[in-house]
């Protein structure tokens, strides 16, 4: 009986390798004319016209943060870095889409943000298509997350979903400085966002900071940046990380050989990537296809992989001189994406460790994570949240893998919401059994000492 459970969870599963490219939906095609930009403007082109904008002066970018001295000397970024002014090109600009109610203070502040930062190759549009209620992505996520009476209830939080900077919406090198462009980090992606937050939107707090895989992991940064002050009162990363260099070989190994791959197309090693001045038809593209393959055979779990019918998966397996079907995936898929871009985005993923700081987290802090996780190892999150005081750790396994992160919410719905709403204290809700969670499979919660059983 078990067994066939498990294979019929496995045939249910397959249906999700459609959805193998949910990290950044493709917008639309560009104009074959088109120099700049090289990428659209979102990744749900649908969406764009919900997308709003704020430019940044002068931001330091690639610089070094000391979290030890105010936080008002790396208010424009870290000591050390460039702006893009000193390169020619404009301010710094960033993206968000706001849905909600707004609570505000007598100064006119609102109080009652939940931010949800977007992954690796996402933006804000991605995000509002999986979570927010109605949107027809939301099946991909189990469900909406965020929407009246959700999980994350509009009638209750101002949600702003956010884009990260590097990619769509916000500055990024295929705007048109290519690798003049500033290496960056996840701090830089966080504090450029701080500024938009506080600066623009006039949020004084935000009850809660998440969001799945590099959201999540931005997560963990707005909570050793910003939760000492007191700006975000709450962290719950969803299938995050707080390293991916040597202290973690499998997200060092990812992010490196995602590089090589770029790097590989013969395009690239005859214009070390500088390749902007050609027509877009004679851009790397090939490296970015063998890139997603590579990443891809591992996205999911091997059961589910080796179930596949090869006539099906083969649109996602690399092939420099593809023939009918074979690399379809990703051919359709990075005719909006630009190498570059990607090359930076892995970079600012291998030079990225914050477990030393995790102890200056204040925030109360919820991790989520996937059990059958292959790219992020769940014993490393369940590691960082040792390192919080009073964090609660949530896991579930599921075959869809990193990509049930999108899902976690409604798999753990209960826990999740009374999180975000702040509604436990001594004990947690029972979530085994949870609804959606990987064909009836039980999840399980690590508390802090402290709570009850």
């Not at 917008?27 to 700049?36: E, N, Q, S, V, Y």
């Amino acid at each position: 009986m078990k067994t066939n459970m498990r294979k019929a969870d496995v045939k249910k599963q397959i249906v999700a390798l459609a959805l193998a490219a949910v990290f950044a939906l493709p917008g639309a095609a560009l104009a074959a004319d088109t120099k700049f930009p090289l990428t659209p403007n979102s990744g749900s082109m649908e969406f764009d016209h919900l997308k709003r904008h704020y430019e940044i002066p002068n931001f330091r970018i690639g610089g070094k943060y000391n979290l030890d001295a105010d936080p008002e000397s790396w208010r424009n970024g870290g000591e050390g870095g460039t702006t893009l002014e000193s390169l020619g090109a404009g301010p710094l600009k960033v993206a968000y889409i706001a849905v909600g109610t707004p609570k505000r203070n007598d100064r006119g502040e609102i109080i009652n943000a939940v931010i949800v930062n977007t992954f690796y190759s996402g933006d804000s549009t991605n995000m509002y298509n999986f979570w927010y209620d109605g949107q027809p992505g939301n099946g991909f996520s189990g469900g909406a997350v965020v929407g009246p009476g959700k999980a994350i209830d509009t009638n209750r939080y101002y949600v702003v979903f956010l884009d990260a900077l590097g990619l769509w919406g916000t500055s990024k090198p295929s705007d048109g400085l290519g690798r003049k462009f500033p290496s960056y980090s996840y701090f830089d992606m966080v504090q450029s966002n701080y500024r938009l937050l506080r600066d623009h939107l006039k949020i004084a707090q935000v009850e809660v900071a998440t969001g799945v895989s590099m959201g999540a992991t931005q997560s963990w940064v707005w909570g050793v940046m910003h939760s000492p002050s007191g700006f975000v009162k709450a962290i719950m990363p969803i299938g995050g990380t707080t390293a991916s260099d040597g202290d973690d070989p499998i997200g060092a190994w990812t992010f490196l050989l995602a590089q090589s791959a770029i790097e590989s197309d013969p395009k690239w090693r005859a214009t070390n990537g500088n390749y902007y001045h050609l027509p877009v038809d004679q851009h790397p593209k090939q490296g970015l296809q063998f890139m997603w393959s590579r990443l891809q055979l591992t996205g999911f779990t091997f059961p589910v992989r080796s179930a596949t019918p090869w006539d099906k998966i083969e649109r996602e397996v690399f092939f420099w001189e593809p023939k009918g079907n074979q690399s379809a995936a990703w051919i359709a898929r990075v005719k909006n994406e630009d190498p570059v871009d990607f090359w930076y985005r892995n970079d600012s993923g291998f030079n990225y460790n914050i477990n030393k700081d995790l102890k200056r987290i204040k925030a109360r802090t919820l991790v989520v994570h996937v059990d059958t996780d292959m790219w992020l190892i769940v014993d490393n999150a369940r590691k960082s949240a040792k390192a919080v005081e009073g964090a609660v750790f949530a896991s579930f396994p599921d075959p869809t893998a990193h990509y049930a992160v999108f899902k976690a919410p409604n798999v753990l719905k209960d826990t999740i919401k009374s999180f975000v709403d702040n509604t436990f204290t001594t004990s947690l809700p029972g979530i085994a059994g949870a609804s959606g969670g990987g064909g009836g499979a039980q999840a399980a919660v690590d508390k802090p000492a402290g709570l009850a059983k």
